[in-house]
């Protein structure tokens, strides 16, 4: 917490409160975007209508296959499939925030599962310093790739769009040539028995830990500097720096954020399906955003929020788990994710435009 916390340049930082982080809020309000206040009125109007969505979608289905829909073993499975993405949408809530995009986290999600495996199969043994051998390399494979991205960036000059799909193809070739082009099996049963099938008081250990995860994001968003800053620069990058706030610097550690979070989740998918998946992640990039969008934070930049992403991580998992109940073609489940960012898009930038005119 102490590194997101930092300070963003070399200097000493002013104690909260002062002309810097004034300054900081002066710059959000005069964005052409419109002021910060009015901005996170809108997120929150988002958010209402993500969560009236959720339970709409829950009532739909509880009504149509209660036999099916309404068990405790059910409520499970769509909390475990939606915790696998909610790892990833924590970390894509600051990159959308700051007006980015990261569009490699389904990659190196995979990558680091595979570097996780092949230390854990390099070291033998199945212990627990194998399996926390194996937890850091992940987490190392994805801060590189983030650290990667972040740099490209910020130094290189490239738009965050083009830098992270290019790592999406070097993560995903990379990965391929690691594992030899098939999936890797042998995963401890230690991890998979405990972080992937255990629990505690009946909730699975994944949901548990995505939580965590959630609920410091969410801190870190609304309570602290580095939250602070991601949303400033998000509403008016140069402003931001006329603040004294260090851009790059804070672009390039939202980036590691987000790749940590990535190797974290291709660590649980280890645990969870005891392989490394390498055909199993194609649609997690696009899961996260819709997640994301869905939740509140505008894709525009300068309004982010995790607590909403947790309800926008939670629809796509309820949706696809009712079609696999009516009996519906699982191809459908991609037709409706698909139509539902686009939709989400448009009344982003309708009520952006809205809220901007004064309407």
Same mark, same amino acid.
């Given at each position: 917490?102490? /590194?997101? /916390?930092?300070?963003?340049?070399?200097?000493?930082?002013?104690?909260?409160?002062?002309?810097?982080?004034? &300054?900081?809020?002066?710059?959000? /309000?005069?964005?052409?975007?419109?002021?910060?206040?009015?901005?996170?009125?809108?997120?929150?109007?988002?958010?209402?209508?993500?969560?009236?969505?959720?339970?709409?979608?829950?009532? *739909?289905?509880?009504?149509?296959?209660?036999?099916?829909?309404?068990?405790?073993?059910?409520?499970?499975?769509?909390?475990?499939?939606?915790?696998?993405?909610?790892?990833?949408?924590?970390? %894509?809530?600051?990159?959308?925030?700051?007006?980015?995009?990261?569009?490699?986290?389904?990659?190196?999600?995979?990558?680091?599962?595979? &570097?996780?495996?092949? #230390?854990?199969?390099?070291?033998?043994?199945?212990?627990? *310093? #194998?399996?926390?051998?194996?937890?850091?390399?992940?987490?190392?494979?994805?801060?590189?790739?983030?650290? !990667?991205?972040? *740099?490209?960036?910020?130094?290189?000059?490239?738009?965050?769009?083009?830098?992270?799909?290019?790592?999406?193809?070097?993560?995903?070739?990379?990965?391929?040539?690691?594992?030899?082009?098939?999936?890797?099996?042998?995963?401890?049963?230690?991890?998979?028995?405990?972080?992937?099938?255990?629990?505690?008081?009946?909730?699975?250990? #994944?949901?548990?830990?995505?939580?965590?995860?959630?609920?410091?994001?969410?801190?870190? %968003?609304? =309570?602290?500097?580095?939250?602070?800053?991601?949303?400033?620069?998000?509403?008016? /990058?140069?402003?931001?720096?006329?603040?004294?706030?260090?851009?790059?610097?804070?672009?390039?550690?939202?980036?590691?954020?987000?790749?940590?979070?990535?190797?974290?989740?291709?660590?649980?998918?280890?645990?969870?399906?005891?392989?490394?998946?390498?055909?199993?992640? =194609?649609?997690? %990039?696009?899961?996260?955003?819709?997640?994301?969008?869905?939740?509140?934070?505008?894709?525009?930049?300068?309004?982010?929020?995790? *607590?909403?992403?947790?309800?926008? !991580?939670?629809?796509?998992?309820?949706? #696809?788990?009712?079609?696999?109940?009516?009996?519906?073609?699982?191809?459908?489940? =991609?037709?409706?994710?698909?139509?539902?960012?686009?939709?989400?898009?448009?009344?982003?930038?309708?009520?952006?435009?809205?809220?901007?005119?004064?309407?």
């Amino acid at each position: 917490m102490s /590194e997101l /916390e930092a300070a963003p340049t070399a200097a000493a930082e002013p104690p909260m409160g002062t002309p810097v982080e004034r &300054v900081t809020d002066e710059a959000a /309000e005069s964005s052409p975007a419109g002021g910060s206040r009015r901005r996170r009125l809108l997120g929150g109007t988002q958010r209402s209508w993500s969560v009236f969505v959720l339970v709409a979608l829950v009532a *739909l289905f509880s009504a149509t296959r209660p036999d099916q829909f309404v068990s405790w073993f059910n409520a499970k499975s769509i909390a475990v499939d939606a915790s696998s993405y909610l790892l990833i949408a924590v970390g %894509m809530t600051f990159v959308i925030t700051i007006g980015g995009i990261d569009l490699s986290v389904g990659s190196v999600l995979v990558f680091s599962g595979v &570097v996780g495996l092949k #230390t854990m199969l390099a070291i033998g043994g199945g212990g627990p *310093l #194998t399996i926390l051998a194996g937890l850091g390399a992940a987490l190392l494979s994805g801060l590189v790739w983030g650290l !990667v991205n972040g *740099l490209v960036t910020t130094r290189g000059g490239i738009s965050p769009l083009i830098a992270t799909l290019g790592s999406f193809a070097a993560a995903t070739g990379l990965a391929y040539i690691i594992a030899g082009g098939q999936d890797m099996h042998g995963v401890p049963a230690g991890l998979a028995n405990v972080l992937g099938y255990g629990d505690f008081l009946g909730v699975p250990y #994944t949901v548990l830990l995505a939580l965590a995860v959630a609920a410091l994001g969410a801190f870190v %968003m609304s =309570q602290t500097r580095f939250g602070r800053y991601t949303m400033a620069i998000g509403s008016h /990058e140069e402003a931001a720096r006329r603040a004294a706030i260090n851009v790059d610097r804070h672009i390039l550690k939202v980036y590691v954020l987000s790749g940590l979070l990535a190797g974290l989740s291709g660590y649980v998918s280890l645990a969870r399906f005891q392989t490394t998946t390498l055909n199993g992640h =194609q649609t997690d %990039m696009l899961q996260a955003i819709l997640a994301v969008v869905i939740g509140g934070t505008s894709l525009s930049g300068g309004v982010g929020t995790v *607590l909403g992403t947790i309800v926008g !991580v939670a629809i796509p998992s309820v949706l #696809t788990d009712g079609f696999v109940i009516l009996g519906l073609e699982p191809f459908w489940q =991609q037709v409706a994710l698909g139509a539902a960012l686009v939709a989400v898009v448009m009344v982003d930038q309708r009520s952006r435009r809205r809220k901007a005119s004064g309407s």
